[in-house]
């Protein structure tokens, strides 16, 4: 077995009119070593990520470098020397691809068991059917999900998402490949499922000697995951090393940055504009602005949501903690218009809302507005960012076309973009680009009340701390209440005053943030807080 299965030398890429993307870009990656590739949404990290199975993305190509790859058995190949053709005989096979949305990567027509066995006729050693099903059931035994044959009948909706990521995972290492790429793997996950999905992946590359590229902008997974870390910015890696070394003794003043803008569950590291008075000062917030009592909600005699009750008054936040299929995004929903069948009431500035938003008035959909979780479905793919943003200005406000134009150029500045980015495409942004859009088409309208569903799960850092600075601002600005649904436990002591965690549907414990955090009365919060990674 060779000392190193990929090696990346003086890569360069640049766009096809010629504007540089990475300079000089080297690394490498031996057999049962995981390394980070860190950095903030537009650093290069993604791209340098995906040159190593040879692909780059649209208006992208290289200009200069090398990118060796080391099967188990066999020569070593030179992606950027081979044809296309023979690039794609060797991903899956030989470098395997693990994406950030595995909702999206997944096809949604194939049951799961097909889409595994899928990869193995096309790359594997598996010539029989019977091969390519003991494989299928072994490698979903490897990655922690049942194997019977009424599970791999199911089609990627029929699962959560972290049940989908673990597919993904599995379809990754099903023909054991020499390197794999995860493309921030566990971005939307909870810290339950996340600690499960890096133990996994962890595991795997030990046991199969899988060299392991892992593209994040989470330095607390970094800590927990990788061997050594590489950090880039603006194309460039400014500095490698041995995990312990970069995150204690960082050398670089960018790396310090990153560091710093990580926040924690002690609240010491991140200093962000969010102020809240001591448990022994603490005041009345005020009358509510939103007030959901007693919702219940069952799906196919599934309870989700059983009798939840909470209230946030201006200017306050309320931050929804729980796992995936806890009921915080349903409740959220419930809040929006979005979910229609429930019991129970939902109340904003005193007045009842209908339970769908198509029934509601112009200003109570101006006043509460939404910021979903994936930007990548959420942002109409044939329009432009610009574009996005004018729609609710022109159906919900009053304003002139050169004052709504006014206001996106307002917006957009202050969730730090530049005007040039208004005119491009979703898919022209990275993902936490992305994120600023969505979160800057919400804001649009001002509204009263904003419901954010994971909204920074796709950010670096540095830009989560920017977001989640300029939303305290506007709740002290605007008297604007907040209802932040997230799995990011760390955020809690910056974004909100208070926390309701939910599991099963139903709210386990209620309180202020010190209180919960430092006090935690129920088990599950207890364990929430234990599987939060730290740096």
Same mark, same amino acid.
């Given at each position: 077995?060779?000392?190193?299965?990929?090696?990346?030398?003086?890569?360069?890429?640049?766009?096809?009119?010629?504007?540089?993307?990475?300079?000089?870009?080297?690394?490498?990656?031996?057999?049962? #070593?995981?390394?980070?590739?860190?950095?903030?949404?537009?650093?290069?990290?993604?791209?340098?990520?995906?040159?190593?199975?040879?692909?780059?993305?649209?208006?992208?190509? $290289?200009?200069?470098?090398?990118?060796?790859?080391?099967?188990?058995? /066999?020569?070593?190949?030179?992606?950027?020397?081979?044809?296309?053709?023979?690039?794609?005989?060797?991903?899956?096979?030989?470098?395997?691809?693990?994406?950030?949305?595995?909702?999206?990567?997944?096809?949604?027509?194939?049951?799961?068991?097909?889409?595994?066995?899928?990869?193995?006729?096309?790359?594997?050693?598996?010539?029989?059917?019977?091969?390519?099903?003991? @494989?299928?059931?072994?490698?979903?035994?490897?990655?922690?999900?049942?194997?019977?044959?009424?599970?791999?009948?199911?089609?990627?909706?029929?699962?959560?998402?972290?049940?989908?990521?673990?597919?993904?995972?599995?379809?990754?290492?099903?023909?054991?490949? $020499?390197?794999?790429?995860?493309?921030?793997?566990?971005?939307?996950?909870?810290?339950?499922?996340?600690?499960?999905?890096?133990?996994?992946?962890?595991?795997?590359?030990?046991?199969?000697?899988?060299?392991?590229?892992?593209?994040?902008?989470?330095?607390?997974?970094?800590?927990?995951?990788?061997?050594?870390?590489?950090?880039?910015?603006?194309?460039?890696? +400014?500095?490698?090393?041995?995990?312990?070394? +970069?995150?204690?003794?960082?050398?670089?003043?960018?790396?310090?940055?990153?560091?710093?803008?990580?926040?924690?569950?002690?609240? %010491?590291?991140?200093?962000?504009?969010?102020?809240?008075?001591?448990?022994?000062?603490?005041?009345?917030?005020?009358?509510?602005?939103?007030?959901?009592?007693?919702?219940?909600?069952?799906?196919?005699? %599934?309870?989700?949501?059983?009798?939840? $009750?909470?209230?946030?008054?201006?200017?306050?936040?309320?931050?929804?903690?729980?796992? =995936?299929?806890?009921? %915080?995004?349903?409740?959220?929903?419930?809040?929006?218009?979005?979910?229609? &069948?429930?019991?129970?009431?939902?109340?904003?500035?005193? #007045?009842?809302?209908?339970?769908?938003?198509? &029934?509601?008035?112009?200003?109570?959909?101006?006043?509460?507005?939404?910021?979903?979780?994936?930007?990548?479905?959420?942002?109409?793919?044939? %329009?432009? !960012?610009?574009? $996005?943003?004018?729609?609710?200005?022109?159906?919900?406000?009053?304003?002139?076309?050169?004052?709504?134009?006014?206001?996106?150029?307002? +917006?957009?500045?202050?969730?730090?973009? =530049?005007?040039?980015?208004?005119?491009?495409?979703?898919?022209?942004?990275? /993902?936490?680009?992305?994120? @600023?859009?969505?979160?800057?088409?919400?804001?649009?309208?001002?509204?009263?009340?904003?419901?954010?569903?994971?909204?920074?799960?796709?950010?670096?850092?540095?830009?989560?701390?920017?977001?989640?600075?300029?939303?305290?601002?506007? @709740?002290? #600005?605007?008297?604007?209440?907040?209802?932040?649904?997230?799995?990011?436990?760390?955020?809690?002591?910056?974004?909100?005053?208070?926390?309701?965690?939910?599991?099963?549907?139903? !709210?386990?414990?209620?309180?202020?943030?010190?209180?919960?955090?430092?006090?935690?009365?129920?088990?599950?919060?207890?364990?929430?807080?234990?599987?939060?990674?730290?740096?």
């Amino acid at each position: 077995m060779t000392s190193t299965a990929l090696t990346v030398s003086g890569l360069e890429v640049a766009t096809h009119s010629g504007a540089p993307i990475l300079h000089g870009v080297s690394y490498e990656i031996a057999p049962g #070593e995981v390394v980070a590739l860190v950095g903030e949404s537009g650093s290069g990290k993604t791209t340098a990520g995906l040159a190593a199975l040879g692909h780059f993305r649209a208006g992208l190509h $290289s200009t200069g470098g090398t990118v060796t790859v080391h099967p188990r058995a /066999g020569e070593p190949a030179e992606m950027l020397a081979l044809t296309e053709r023979q690039r794609r005989a060797l991903r899956g096979s030989t470098v395997a691809y693990i994406p950030q949305d595995p909702a999206q990567s997944l096809n949604p027509g194939l049951r799961i068991g097909t889409q595994i066995a899928e990869v193995l006729e096309m790359h594997g050693d598996y010539a029989t059917e019977d091969k390519r099903a003991a @494989r299928v059931r072994e490698v979903l035994d490897e990655v922690g999900l049942p194997s019977a044959e009424e599970y791999r009948r199911r089609y990627p909706h029929q699962l959560s998402g972290g049940q989908q990521q673990r597919v993904g995972i599995a379809m990754a290492f099903a023909c054991l490949p $020499s390197v794999v790429v995860l493309d921030e793997p566990t971005t939307g996950l909870d810290v339950t499922t996340q600690a499960l999905i890096l133990d996994t992946v962890r595991r795997l590359t030990a046991d199969h000697a899988t060299a392991a590229l892992y593209i994040t902008h989470d330095l607390a997974v970094v800590a927990t995951i990788a061997d050594r870390v590489a950090v880039m910015l603006r194309g460039c890696v +400014v500095e490698t090393g041995e995990v312990g070394q +970069v995150l204690g003794e960082p050398r670089h003043d960018y790396t310090r940055t990153l560091i710093e803008a990580v926040p924690d569950l002690a609240g %010491k590291r991140s200093k962000l504009t969010v102020t809240r008075p001591a448990d022994n000062e603490a005041q009345d917030p005020g009358p509510a602005l939103l007030t959901v009592r007693d919702v219940e909600l069952s799906y196919a005699d %599934k309870n989700v949501l059983n009798g939840v $009750s909470v209230s946030v008054a201006a200017g306050e936040s309320l931050m929804l903690l729980g796992e =995936s299929g806890s009921g %915080k995004t349903t409740l959220s929903r419930c809040v929006c218009g979005l979910v229609e &069948h429930y019991s129970g009431s939902v109340r904003f500035d005193g #007045e009842a809302l209908s339970p769908s938003t198509r &029934h509601r008035t112009n200003e109570q959909r101006r006043g509460v507005q939404y910021v979903f979780q994936s930007p990548f479905s959420s942002l109409n793919p044939r %329009k432009t !960012i610009a574009q $996005s943003l004018e729609v609710p200005l022109a159906r919900l406000t009053g304003l002139s076309r050169t004052q709504r134009r006014a206001r996106i150029a307002e +917006v957009l500045d202050a969730v730090r973009f =530049s005007s040039a980015i208004a005119n491009r495409f979703p898919e022209q942004l990275s /993902g936490g680009e992305r994120q @600023r859009a969505a979160i800057a088409r919400a804001l649009v309208t001002t509204p009263k009340v904003l419901v954010c569903d994971e909204v920074t799960s796709a950010l670096d850092v540095s830009v989560q701390r920017t977001i989640t600075d300029l939303l305290a601002e506007l @709740r002290t #600005e605007l008297g604007m209440a907040m209802l932040f649904v997230t799995h990011n436990i760390a955020l809690a002591r910056h974004v909100a005053d208070r926390v309701a965690v939910l599991r099963g549907g139903t !709210i386990v414990e209620e309180g202020t943030v010190d209180d919960v955090l430092d006090r935690p009365q129920h088990d599950y919060t207890r364990e929430l807080l234990a599987n939060t990674p730290e740096l």
